[in-house]
Structures are given as structure tokens and as C-alpha cells.
């Protein structure tokens, strides 16, 4: 079965981290592009960022650069992101999506949620 | 700032057509394809319109997707209940180098 399933959301501290994995199945991971999708409670989707078929290029929205790491493993076909010096902003549902052009297309998982409190 | 603007809600009775608006700018829409998004309550984004106008594999004739300039929409004809959802535009943004999401658009069918 072609499918995305994300794991490692939780409740973290501000100021803590956490590492997202998205598992993906069904379909030749490596070669596609892949991105991190967020939607905060009762608000819009973000995309946070993607990922190169090889890892060797990566993009961030602004407001994650020096904060958040996009990273995979090939021979896993596993997606990551790891989020350092979390912030109450960055409460939100994760998704992970295979992208076409650039852009996030048919294939989402189901969304972890990360939530930023003390 | 780079932005995609859609309105916040929209409405229309079964059976009829509606039109869902995402205006952009030259660093987006008027230079990178458009990609529309449904969100049904509780779960994740559904592909609906890609590249501008072309529907994946699955998505009903119904939905069908325009640009002129730095604007889009997003049509739906034959408003079904099911269709009670929210619906984001998206494109490559150049000046941001990565995808900008519209802010959504929530639709009732009334």
C-alpha cells in the first residue's frame, strides 16, 4: 500500500526538542522530493520544508531556518525533521507529503501533533 | 511579504456552481503553477488541482482550475454536502524558495 505514517509528536517544553520520522511505503521514495506540512490549531497549512531526492538540497520557511533540520535516509525511506529551541508557535499538526514539483501532491500521511507548553 | 489571498469563507446550495478566488503575485502565481487543496474536518489535505487545471487520477470533472495574471480559482459545479470543506491554494513562491499556502477558503453548503 502506497502510504506516509508519521511518528514522534508529543508534548514538549518551550525550548525543548523533538524529532519527527514520517515512514514511507508502497512507492520508490528516492525518487521523489518531500516536504513538512504544519497547520496550527484552527488555522491554515504551512509548508515548513522539503528535501531533495539525495538530501543534498534542503528549503525552509523563515521562520524555522537555524531552528529545524529536514533530513532522510534512503535505505529506510524514512523522511525526518528534527525541531530544536521549540517555540508555543510552532504548536501545530505535522504532515509529511510527497511532493510534485516542488510542491506538496496526492500523498500525505495522517499528521502527528506537536504541542509546545509548559 | 509574499501572500496568497483567498477568502475566509464561501456558500452555495446544492447542485449549484461555485467559484473559490486565490490572488497572488508575480513571484508566485504569475509565474509558477497553482495547486488547490481540499480539507475535509479532521483530516489531512487531498490534492485536488494541480499544475493550474489538471485533476490527479480520481477527482471528480466537477472541480476544475483556472489562472489569468497573478490570480486563480477554483470551481465547483454540481455542489454536493460532501464538498463541506476547506480548500487552500498553493504555489512556488520565488522570492520565499519554497511552496506558499493560501490562507483557506471554508465552504458550506448550505
Known amino acids: 500500500e502506497v502510504q506516509l505514517v508519521e511518528s514522534g509528536g508529543g508534548m514538549v517544553q518551550p525550548g525543548g526538542s523533538l524529532r519527527l520520522s514520517c515512514a514511507a511505503s508502497?512507492?520508490?521514495?528516492?525518487?521523489?522530493?518531500m516536504s513538512w506540512v504544519r497547520q496550527a490549531p484552527g488555522k491554515g497549512l504551512e509548508w515548513v520544508a522539503n528535501?531533495?531526492?539525495?538530501?543534498?538540497?534542503?528549503c525552509y520557511v523563515d521562520s524555522v531556518k537555524g531552528r529545524f533540520i529536514i533530513s532522510r535516509d534512503n535505505a529506510k525511506n524514512s523522511l525526518y525533521l528534527q525541531m530544536n529551541s521549540l517555540r508555543a508557535e510552532d504548536t501545530a499538526v505535522y504532515y509529511c507529503?510527497?511532493?510534485?514539483?516542488?510542491?506538496?501532491?496526492?500523498?500525505w500521511g495522517q499528521g502527528t501533533l506537536v504541542t509546545v507548553s509548559s | 511579504q509574499s501572500v496568497l489571498t483567498q477568502p475566509p469563507s464561501a456558500s452555495e446550495t446544492p447542485g449549484q456552481r461555485v467559484t473559490i478566488s486565490c490572488s497572488g503575485s508575480?513571484?508566485?502565481?504569475?509565474?509558477?503553477?497553482v495547486y488547490w487543496y481540499q480539507q475535509l474536518p479532521g483530516t489531512a489535505p487531498k490534492l485536488l488541482i494541480y499544475?493550474?487545471?489538471q485533476r490527479p487520477s480520481g477527482v471528480p470533472d466537477r472541480f476544475s482550475g483556472s489562472k489569468s495574471g497573478t490570480s486563480a480559482s477554483l470551481a465547483i459545479s454540481g455542489l454536493r454536502s460532501e464538498d463541506e470543506a476547506d480548500y487552500y491554494c498553493?504555489?512556488?513562491?520565488?522570492?520565499?524558495?519554497?511552496?506558499?499556502f493560501g490562507g483557506g477558503t471554508k465552504l458550506t453548503v448550505l
Open positions: 508575480s513571484s508566485n502565481i504569475g509565474s509558477n503553477y
Open positions: 499544475r493550474d487545471n
Open positions: 508502497g512507492f520508490t521514495f528516492t525518487n521523489y522530493w
Open positions: 507529503a510527497r511532493d510534485y514539483n516542488r510542491l506538496p501532491g496526492v500523498l
Open positions: 498553493a504555489a512556488w513562491d520565488d522570492s520565499l524558495s519554497g511552496p506558499l
Open positions: 528535501i531533495k531526492q539525495d538530501g543534498s538540497e534542503k
